[in-house]
């Protein structure tokens, strides 16, 4: 019988990226995401390949969709990993930051973090046995290369909330860590980056000299969800081809 997983906003980019190397193990993975009708189309290119996977609508920020949803997909198969990956960006510096703009991606990033690994911990505790991975970012160690203020703190409380969790429950068996990638190669971010300013980026911020992929940020959440990390846990692994060197 597969090993069952959940990614939080699995529909697209990094999240999908981490739903298909899941699933090519062998996991049966359920996409959470708010726009279920990209998750669904996400799932059938999957499953054309032979994969398992499905799809349920889950907005992060609603703490009761949030347990309504964990349980039902725990119902279908108990959660061997979670993967809390649902994020927002946001660029603007601290004097034009309103109090909208910190609200939305704190509930996202922050909230939404916290109380999905709080159900998945519900679920996993009890029986001893599974894995959450949160998906935090280089800007938990170090300021974005533009100003970020408040995106670089939501992922900075990523990472504290994954040392603390890990540590809570570290006796029960399960295991909390995160990844923690540099900038990634997304179509998102080569839309929203020109040519230009990429080439400025890998050059002047990137020892490695390119962009991560999302299969890489994706091999890096399933080591740590897998047998081959049994032992380690509260650890933030970056991914960021050396920008934090």
């Avoid at 809390?84 to 601290?94: I, P, Q, T």
């Avoid at 998945?120 to 800007?139: D, E, F, K, Q, Y």
């Avoid at 040392?163 to 971010?189: C, H, K, Y």
């Amino acid at each position: 019988m597969s090993s069952a997983a959940l990614v939080t906003g699995g529909a697209r980019g990094i999240g999908l990226a981490i739903v298909e190397t899941l699933a090519v193990r062998g996991d049966s993975v359920t996409i959470a995401d708010v726009d279920l009708d990209q998750a669904e189309r996400s799932c059938e290119v999957l499953r054309a390949r032979g994969l398992q996977a499905s799809a349920l609508q889950l907005d992060v920020t609603n703490v009761a969709e949030i347990d309504e949803v964990l349980g039902n997909a725990d119902r279908r198969a108990p959660l061997m990993t979670v993967v809390c990956n649902a994020g927002l960006g946001f660029a603007g510096s601290v004097v034009d930051t309103s109090e909208h703009d910190f609200d939305r991606l704190m509930a996202v990033n922050v909230k939404g973090v916290f109380f999905v690994m709080r159900a998945a911990l519900r679920l996993m505790v009890p029986r001893g046995a599974g894995s959450v991975v949160n998906i935090a970012s280089t800007s938990a160690f170090t300021s974005s290369n533009s100003p970020m203020a408040i995106y670089d703190a939501s992922k900075g409380a990523v990472r504290m909330l994954t040392v603390s969790a890990a540590r809570e429950v570290a006796a029960s068996g399960v295991r909390v860590n995160a990844v923690a990638p540099g900038t990634v190669g997304t179509d998102l971010v080569r839309e929203i980056l020109s040519k230009e300013a990429i080439d400025r980026l890998t050059r002047d911020r990137i020892p490695m000299g390119r962009l991560a992929e999302p299969e890489e940020i994706a091999q890096a959440v399933a080591f740590l969800s897998s047998d081959a990390a049994s032992y380690v846990t509260g650890h933030t692994f970056v991914v960021d081809g050396g920008w934090l060197t």
